[in-house]
């Protein structure tokens, strides 16, 4: 095998870097840059099965024997420096409410003055390899694997609306078909213990002597040095999710056949438990229902809709080939957590199907953005793009393509001159 070729087939996870000012944010990718220890991540030093020294060239070859089958040595980082910008209007009752007016890539190093989407780093989670590497996926790490979140995003509220715009983004272009965890890893940077937050320690950073800052960037213990090795920390995080199963599995001892058994039963239990709990909430035919896309279970009706609907457009977002403020709603906000949503108890998580686990949502009692442009409060969101919308069943229509279909009961007779039904 050729070094090209062998270069070529090294994983690569990709890792935004977020901040709320580009110039701080263009900063923290110079130093990354210039750090050629936080280019790649080794998945041996990771997994924590081996303490050979890996500067040590003669243990090249017994170190990679330590790895499981499947998992590469080396995962290259790709850093994507992004600028997350917030705006506010105000509401009916003349409060002032701050949302997120976009997140947007500028460049490997963060100077473009004009952001881009960050859709197009999504479009990858669907590409495969040629018949002849039997369909594996070509990035282990589809879209985009990790988030770092700082440089300015300071509060807890400006980090849970980056993180559901992020969230968001991705369930629109997840692929179905993984059996892995490729979900996104999104952290926020945390203050060192002697301060209450991060504007106090970055305010500490600016007042420092230029030779204490670089003395400080070098050590990665407070400013721009610090957020570059908590960006890479995400990184590994992402490859150590990506390959927990084979991590796991090649430091767990062997076990009693039995054990393995009874514990498979109790992984499969929530399952069973989570199939029970949705066929316990009742859904009337004769309203308008929407079901998984995928396996076509029946989800919620329009009485699990939010009552009364939200306001459109109550501010603009402006995007490329949109006319402003006339977004349309393209998703679904239900009023309160089904039981197949196990309570919500989280502050934001995401909604799968009970029945194929397929990922049809997600919540954030802080609110998420409508398609249409108006932040809802709290929020359980559903994409239309997820769903299939089913007519009440005395219709006999469908009105999404799918297999499933009702047929008219032969008992029942429509009168033509009544709307009641003789049975």
């Given at each position: ?421 003789d049975l």
């Amino acid at each position: 095998m050729s070094t090209e070729t062998a270069a070529a087939q090294i994983p690569v996870c990709r890792v935004a870097i977020v901040g709320a000012q580009r110039q701080r944010v263009a900063r923290v990718a110079a130093i990354i840059h210039a750090d050629e220890s936080l280019a790649s991540v080794d998945t041996l030093a990771i997994s924590g099965s081996s303490s050979v020294d890996p500067s040590s060239s003669r243990n090249n070859t017994s170190r990679l024997q330590e790895l499981p089958s499947g998992v590469p040595p080396q995962v290259t980082i790709e850093y994507l420096p992004c600028v997350a910008t917030f705006d506010s209007y105000e509401d009916e009752k003349g409060e002032s409410v701050r949302y997120l007016a976009k997140l947007e890539y500028h460049g490997p190093n963060g100077t473009l003055v004009n952001g881009k989407s960050l859709a197009p780093f999504f479009d990858h989670q669907h590409e495969s390899d040629d018949d002849d590497n039997n369909g594996e996926v070509q990035n282990p790490f589809p879209g985009i694997a990790g988030v770092a979140i700082g440089c300015g995003v300071d509060t807890d509220d400006d980090f849970a609306k980056v993180k559901t715009f992020l969230d968001a983004l991705s369930s629109s272009c997840i692929s179905e078909a993984t059996d892995v965890d490729v979900s996104m890893i999104i952290e926020c940077i945390q203050p060192n213990t002697e301060f209450s937050s991060m504007k106090e320690e970055n305010d500490l950073f600016r007042d420092m002597s230029d030779e204490k800052k670089r003395e400080a960037v070098k050590n990665r213990t407070i400013g721009p040095g610090k957020m570059a090795f908590f960006a890479y920390e995400v990184a590994e995080k992402a490859v150590q999710q990506r390959w927990r199963k084979e991590l796991l599995a090649d430091n767990k001892p062997e076990t009693d056949t039995q054990d393995v058994t009874q514990n498979d039963a109790d992984e499969a239990a929530p399952e069973l438990v989570e199939i029970e709990e949705a066929a316990q909430h009742f859904i009337d035919p004769e309203k308008t229902r929407y079901a998984c896309k995928r396996c076509r279970s029946v989800l919620f009706s329009t009485d699990d809709l939010e009552d009364p609907p939200h306001a459109q457009s109550l501010h603009n977002f402006g995007r490329r080939g949109q006319t402003s403020g006339q977004g349309m709603c393209q998703n679904l906000f239900i009023a309160d957590p089904l039981p197949w949503m196990h309570g919500c108890n989280e502050m934001e998580g995401k909604l799968h199907c009970p029945k194929c686990q397929t990922k049809v949502g997600h919540y954030s009692w802080t609110g998420a953005q409508c398609s249409c442009g108006t932040w809802v409060t709290p929020a359980i969101l559903v994409p239309v793009s997820k769903v299939d919308e089913m007519k009440p069943a005395s219709q006999n229509i469908i009105a999404a393509s799918g297999p499933l279909m009702f047929a008219q009961p032969p008992n029942v007779i429509v009168q033509t001159q009544s709307s009641t039904l003789d049975l």
